[in-house]
């Protein structure tokens, strides 16, 4: 259910209706638009007792929503949605006209590392540096991160060098801890349907990207991303980061096409991951024109000054003089449909 | 690296052996087999200071294991594992020439409804009783369960009915609680890749049955395994649940193949879920059948006496006088391929 | 459209019927029931004058059929189609409680490797032998079979043992000759859509086999089968032989829920082949029993009296004496289905 | 098998190698390259007797080639491949810096139809013009295609606007008419395994569009062109159009990293067909975008002028004022990979 306000309606009015609703033990979600605030209603498929709301003082209109999501639809918040990083280089935004750069290795591997990696690309443009503290790998004998170790690397790639930093959790515990030291919180593909960890980014205070999970349907993604809305959190970045399909000349499936078809039914910033999208180090810079091309919100790719010896992902990471090319070209591509990098 | 001891070699060359691998820093995992005691080593890939290990008294040899995975492997365990879970009713096993047979609703809605459900399932022959507590829902707005008021209404059926009791865990919290309830603790298909959660449930003492994700591949299931048994709980049990195709017909493509490609590689046994499998109730009879056929060392199945009024995967669930026909006729096709329902 | 004569209408009625049926531009396909005859109507969608056709003496109802196929249907007839194939040593059926075997080596290579096998798996219980002299190879560099020598061969086969024999025709070329020499004529999974194929096996007079698609679903399959009866060949045997998916253990993922899929919805016959199925020879066993307890109405299975040195397909072929362990296991689960093997 | 000629060799001497291996029982392939001619050999996996070539006056090298495909390869041909379609306005080229445009209806339906599209397209810069006369419905009771009627219209195309024509062939008969009235002939993605019409199309005098299966890999789709090009037809270009997969937003999944990939191994032009590839309008325009950015050699775009009334594949057809649109946005990301449509 949705509850569309009159365009004249006080913020009082809106308080108002918002109480009505929590009383009967629902949740209302105001959600300010350009003209109109609208106030999502979430926690209960049954609408009976809501009628009442459409003769409340301000009430424009009360809309039962059929489609399973509701607060990541267009219908709840038709403008689009630019998702603000604040950085010491000034806002990183995704979204409307803004193409959000993110570069960074896969793993942070050590200091050493992180600094020379942040160094090369902000040098190249990015002013968001991803890297994994707490890596998900299918082997158990894999190198799995430094854990909080690895953060604390990053909040001093922050501190150094001004860059933003993305990070991913892959639990509670971590969760916590990434929202302490970081800027954005990375939900992984393999997470994508940990509906507990979800949850509870909801309850986070800093903004979300969201990885579209290996055989996850386009409703399965905005649902994932309306379990993080409901809970609170309206600072979500989706993002595709290919599919598993039997194809088999790329380690999984760039399905570019959910660009344009995201941004038709969710108001939120969609940003591409060419890097885990094909797996393979000469397919990213294509792939991040394509992208870009396509519409993405925002490109996260992985950079490595000495790829051969990662400690994760290396064949998918590129160098960063190849970042420095890819940033030129898609900066060129943006602008042809209207779009800036930042 | 596995190191294979000789026959004859006592407890004590045992127990030496693995005091030198931990204070090298790594885990030894002692596995007794019919003939001899292999140790499987973990928590490192490098090889060189163990090669001392050839040397020591009643090692028979060191071998270098290069598949992925270790501890699920027939290369460590060439025996076939059986999986015992001790009910009032007597112990229900998994794997060699036993079925496990697993009944009851998707998810626990009521006492009378699980109560229903479990006098009419242990009436058709089934032992242990499946029902969801915490329900990983693709929606925020579906039911998601009763939580810890659904472990205590299955505590409650165990009890009553003497029936053994699996429910799903969804994170570290309710794992907790679930180790504290149930007889076995399930691992959904959507948290395969929860490393965080496998590695939780390696240190619980109660049984662990692993659902395949939708687009896992047989490598990644038996490495989500591995996490489990590399951190102590060898008390596995895998489960195929259909996988992701563009196939429409029925709501996932059980893929029944990978049972017989599971016990080549390894030692642990696969289950089959006819119902999450199909998503159809008419499909759920002549699959289960072809899954013991295939070899599969059990069934878990759905049984809900009012399907149609189910608070979640009604569709998919049978009736108990379905129930009944099942496990008659998969009884006689267990005996053409040497096995017995239990 | 459908028109489904009263239960004592004459067979003048039902000519008179169909000439005016035909006179309109249509075609029009009587199907005699066990109780009445229907007469499927194909060739248009426009339905308008049709309706005409209910004032006709004899007729009982029209109905307009929504679904995309028709002649397939248990709509257009609701009994299970028993599709026989006679050999010297008897009709080999297909369909109802009737399963049929077929094995056979997966190319012909030359008069002494066919009969060798015929031999063999005529012993072992098979009246239908497979083989084939058009080889659809993915390179053209691979044996691409004998051609119309291997047909001879084939002929000489049945000569001699009295076998009844299928093999593939890849176009209409081929076709014409697979007519002339065999009693089933197959359709190879990469031509499922080639549809002047289908056509031409339409005006055959000879039962088809009709292998799905690599990434065939089970509507595409059933229009493929229409395809063929809306020339007027209503003897064809639908076959399952794996599907095209990411999971990467066997070489196709076979797709055992179809065979009730089909069954529910069409009258015709559908058989699995477990070779093609798995690529892997120790597949075969175990997925040809699942296969028969699923409900399959026939087994197709590739058997080589030297596998190792087989022109084409070899890794997936069985030995004579694993076929009489086959046949001996699924005798027994076809009991169990109320079926028989033949 | 693959002979490199000495850079200094005479034309003399290449047909005196041709001739030797013409000889033996093989056929020869003599491929010029900007310094030197190689010539590839099919039709025999045997290499013995061929040694013997290397000694042979001009001869370089005798090289083994041990991908399954040769004369596609880059190993054979390391300079790209140009495919030039000779139209009454002039050249199109597709192929190193060169984008090839196409525009035109799924289908031929009436001359009214397909010349106030092709006036269309023509002035929105498109001088080749797609249209079926063979059209590969999945059902048997969808529209079929005018066949050579169709075909005719597609020749007073040619003779009224002057563009060059693509159209597809169904099977061998209508191949040979495709060629007689076409200046591209097409296979479909149905078809693409089709080996019999790929070897008739290989004997044909004009190029030949091969689009990828919905299933094909990248070396499927690589040995299909081998068929053509092993017969004697180099002038093959390759065309994306989607593939199956789970995710269902979009008809089929258009898998774009495909372009690089093929560019990588083989010097034959790729291009990509959106339309098809996403089977929705609104999905046309990006993905032409991201295609020409991501490398593709050309673009094939379905334009109808009504496309609500199209009687086939309306619903993915753009509008003639949608195509012009397109052409000038991917006329400028061209020019950001150095590229020119034409």
């Given at each position: 259910?949705?509850?569309v306000?009159q365009s004249?309606?006080t913020?009082?009015?809106?308080?108002a209706?918002?109480?009505?609703?929590?009383?009967?033990?629902?949740k209302?979600?105001p959600?300010?638009?350009?003209?109109?605030t609208?106030?999502g209603i979430?926690?209960n498929s049954?609408?009976?007792?809501?009628?009442?709301?459409e003769s409340?003082?301000?009430?424009?209109?009360?809309?039962p929503?059929?489609?399973?999501?509701?607060?990541?639809?267009?219908?709840?918040?038709?403008?689009?949605?630019?998702?603000?990083?604040?950085?010491?280089?000034?806002?990183?935004?995704?979204?409307?006209?803004?193409?959000?750069?993110?570069a960074?290795?896969?793993?942070?591997?050590s200091?050493e590392q992180?600094?020379t990696?942040a160094?090369?690309t902000?040098?190249?443009?990015?002013?968001?540096y991803?890297g994994?503290?707490?890596?998900p790998?299918t082997?158990?004998y894999?190198?799995?991160g430094?854990?909080?170790k690895?953060?604390q690397?990053l909040?001093?790639v922050r501190k150094?060098?001004?860059?933003?930093?993305i990070?991913e959790?892959?639990?509670?515990?971590?969760?916590?801890l990434?929202?302490?030291?970081a800027?954005?919180?990375?939900?992984?593909?393999r997470?994508?349907?940990n509906?507990?960890?979800?949850?509870?980014?909801g309850?986070?205070?800093k903004?979300?990207?969201?990885?579209?999970?290996?055989?996850?349907?386009l409703?399965?993604?905005?649902l994932?991303?309306?379990?993080?809305?409901?809970?609170g959190?309206?600072?979500?970045?989706?993002?595709?980061r290919g599919?598993?399909t039997?194809?088999?000349?790329t380690r999984?499936?760039?399905?570019l096409?959910?660009?344009?078809?995201?941004?038709?039914?969710?108001?939120l910033?969609?940003?591409?991951?060419p890097?885990h999208?094909?797996?393979?180090r000469?397919?990213?810079?294509?792939?991040?024109?394509?992208s870009?091309?396509?519409g993405?919100?925002?490109?996260?790719v992985e950079v490595?000054h000495d790829p051969d010896?990662?400690?994760?992902?290396?064949?998918?990471s590129?160098r960063?003089?190849?970042?420095?090319r890819?940033?030129?070209?898609?900066?060129q591509?943006?602008?042809?449909?209207?779009?800036?990098?930042n």
């Amino acid at each position: 259910m949705l509850v569309v306000m009159q365009s004249h309606a006080t913020e009082e009015q809106v308080r108002a209706v918002c109480s009505v609703i929590e009383s009967l033990g629902y949740k209302a979600h105001p959600i300010p638009g350009a003209g109109r605030t609208a106030i999502g209603i979430t926690g209960n498929s049954g609408t009976a007792e809501l009628t009442a709301l459409e003769s409340m003082p301000g009430v424009g209109e009360c809309i039962p929503v059929t489609k399973p999501y509701k607060l990541v639809s267009r219908d709840v918040k038709p403008e689009t949605s630019v998702v603000k990083v604040s950085t010491a280089l000034g806002d990183v935004l995704f979204g409307g006209t803004h193409v959000g750069m993110v570069a960074g290795p896969c793993a942070v591997e050590s200091r050493e590392q992180a600094f020379t990696v942040a160094k090369l690309t902000k040098a190249a443009g990015a002013r968001l540096y991803r890297g994994g503290a707490y890596k998900p790998r299918t082997s158990p004998y894999s190198f799995q991160g430094l854990g909080e170790k690895g953060l604390q690397i990053l909040a001093d790639v922050r501190k150094e060098f001004g860059l933003g930093v993305i990070t991913e959790a892959i639990d509670n515990e971590s969760l916590d801890l990434v929202e302490k030291y970081a800027d954005v919180i990375q939900i992984g593909a393999r997470n994508m349907q940990n509906f507990s960890l979800l949850k509870h980014a909801g309850q986070a205070k800093k903004p979300v990207l969201l990885k579209r999970g290996m055989s996850a349907t386009l409703e399965d993604l905005l649902l994932a991303a309306e379990y993080i809305m409901s809970e609170g959190n309206y600072a979500v970045i989706l993002c595709e980061r290919g599919v598993r399909t039997f194809s088999d000349h790329t380690r999984n499936t760039l399905d570019l096409s959910i660009v344009p078809a995201v941004q038709r039914l969710s108001h939120l910033p969609i940003v591409v991951d060419p890097s885990h999208g094909t797996g393979r180090r000469n397919k990213v810079l294509p792939l991040s024109r394509a992208s870009v091309a396509v519409g993405a919100d925002g490109l996260l790719v992985e950079v490595h000054h000495d790829p051969d010896r990662a400690l994760s992902d290396g064949p998918q990471s590129i160098r960063p003089e190849d970042y420095t090319r890819l940033y030129n070209e898609v900066n060129q591509i943006a602008a042809v449909v209207g779009r800036t990098l930042n």
